[in-house]
């Protein structure tokens, strides 16, 4: 899998050694565990999936984690990305809006001794404020919009990765600067599922 991310260009090697020490598999439904280490999403339940790891390795390499960085993940899913992030040292806040996926990947992350990362089950388009500021913000779900609650739960320094856009999203890399003060870079298309407000409860 790391081979064939790097023949798609992914070139940071923290990131890559990361990706190659996390098990894939443990996240994906056991129809699709044989699969686990090919370029592809999965269905995961409540019509979600697990990112793509090209998706995975591209949004990470943006936020360029740190030991000891505090790391907001908007869209815990199967919890795979939030394992990356601690992997790399990140001290991860996670929020899922679906009961059923914040339960499962929270039992999961605990029961392979994960743990730098903390699941909440909220609407994630408010953020996670009680633990603001972050020094970096991804969001794994297509927004319409950034939402300025997570500009604001930003640290000075600090970078926000956001797929954006209805249909397609355009990868948004955004650093805050200052105050009131933002550089945005917009980057390469995805597809991901919809960045949706209010929370599902477990049926
Ligand atoms: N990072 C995940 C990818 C899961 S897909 C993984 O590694 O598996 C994106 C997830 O975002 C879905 O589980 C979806 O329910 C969740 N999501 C969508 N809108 C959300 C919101 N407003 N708040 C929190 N989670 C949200």
Redesign the pocket.
């Known amino acids: 899998m790391v081979d064939a991310l790097r023949r798609r260009g992914i070139a940071d090697e923290a990131v890559l050694a990361a990706m190659n020490a996390v098990p894939r598999h443990f996240?994906l439904d056991k129809a699709f565990e044989e699969h686990a280490y090919e370029d592809k999403p999965f269905p995961?339940g409540?019509e979600?999936?697990?990112?793509q790891p090209f998706t995975?390795a591209y949004q990470t390499a943006l936020l360029l984690v740190k030991p000891g960085d505090r790391v907001l993940?908007?869209?815990?899913?199967?919890?795979?990305?939030a394992a990356i992030l601690a992997a790399l040292g990140g001290k991860v806040y996670t929020?899922?809006?679906?009961e059923a996926?914040y339960f499962s990947a929270k039992k999961l992350l605990a029961d392979m001794g994960i743990r730098a990362v903390k699941c909440y089950f909220?609407?994630?388009?408010k953020g996670l404020p009680e633990f603001a500021p972050y020094d970096k913000i991804i969001v794994?779900?297509g927004a319409p919009v950034v939402p300025d609650a997570l500009r604001q739960q930003l640290a000075i320094g600090g970078i926000l990765v956001i797929p954006v856009g209805e249909d397609v999203q355009y990868m948004y890399r955004i650093e805050r600067i200052g105050e009131s003060e933002f550089k945005e870079e917009m980057l390469d298309a995805f597809r991901f599922?919809?960045?949706?407000?209010g929370v599902a409860k477990k049926q």
Do not use: H, K, W
């Open positions: 996240f995961i409540q979600q999936t697990i990112s995975v993940e908007i869209g815990t899913g199967s919890g795979y990305q929020v899922e809006r679906q996926l909220r609407d994630g388009t794994t779900a599922v919809p960045f949706l407000e």
